[in-house]
C-alpha cells in the first residue's frame, strides 16, 4: 500500500520556521521522486520542492529558494521540509507527493509529474 503522510504544518508568526515531514510507505523510496506542492486558498496547486536519492536529483522554486529546503534521509523513507522566514503569503495546505518510477525531478515540478498524492497538513503564517 503507497502511504505518504505530510505532518508538521501549524500556526506560526511572520519570520518564523517551521519542518515538515513526509512519512512514506509501500514502495522502493530511492526509486521515485518526492515533491513537495502547497495550495492556497482559491489558489492553483503548485510545486515546491522535488528530491529523489538524497541530492542526485533535486529542484526548488524560485518563490521560496533561500528560505526554503528539502532533504531526505534515505534510511527512514522520510523528506523534510524546512521553512524559514515565513510570509503571509505562505499560508496554504502543504503536500507531499510521489513521482513516477525510472523519472526524476522535473523542472519546474508540477502535478502533472504525480502519480500519488499525500494528505495536506495546513501552514498558517501570522502577521
Known amino acids: 500500500e503507497v502511504q505518504l503522510q505530510a505532518s508538521g504544518g501549524g500556526l506560526v508568526q511572520a519570520g518564523g520556521s517551521l519542518r515538515l515531514s513526509c512519512a512514506t510507505s509501500?514502495?522502493?523510496?530511492?526509486?521515485?521522486?518526492i515533491g513537495w506542492f502547497r495550495q492556497a486558498p482559491g489558489k492553483e496547486r503548485e510545486g515546491i520542492a522535488c528530491i529523489k536519492s538524497n541530492i542526485d536529483s533535486i529542484w526548488n522554486a524560485d518563490a521560496v529558494k533561500g528560505r526554503f529546503t528539502i532533504s531526505s534521509d534515505n534510511a527512514k523513507n522520510m523528506v523534510y521540509l524546512q521553512m524559514n522566514s515565513l510570509k503571509p503569503e505562505d499560508t496554504a495546505v502543504y503536500y507531499c507527493?510521489?513521482?513516477?518510477?525510472?523519472?526524476?525531478?522535473?523542472?519546474?515540478?508540477?502535478?502533472?509529474?504525480?502519480?500519488?498524492w499525500g494528505q495536506g497538513t495546513e501552514v498558517t503564517v501570522s502577521s
Open positions: 509501500g514502495f522502493e523510496f530511492d526509486d521515485y521522486a
Open positions: 507527493a510521489r513521482g513516477f518510477l525510472k523519472y526524476g525531478c522535473y523542472s519546474p515540478f508540477k502535478i502533472e509529474h504525480i502519480g500519488w
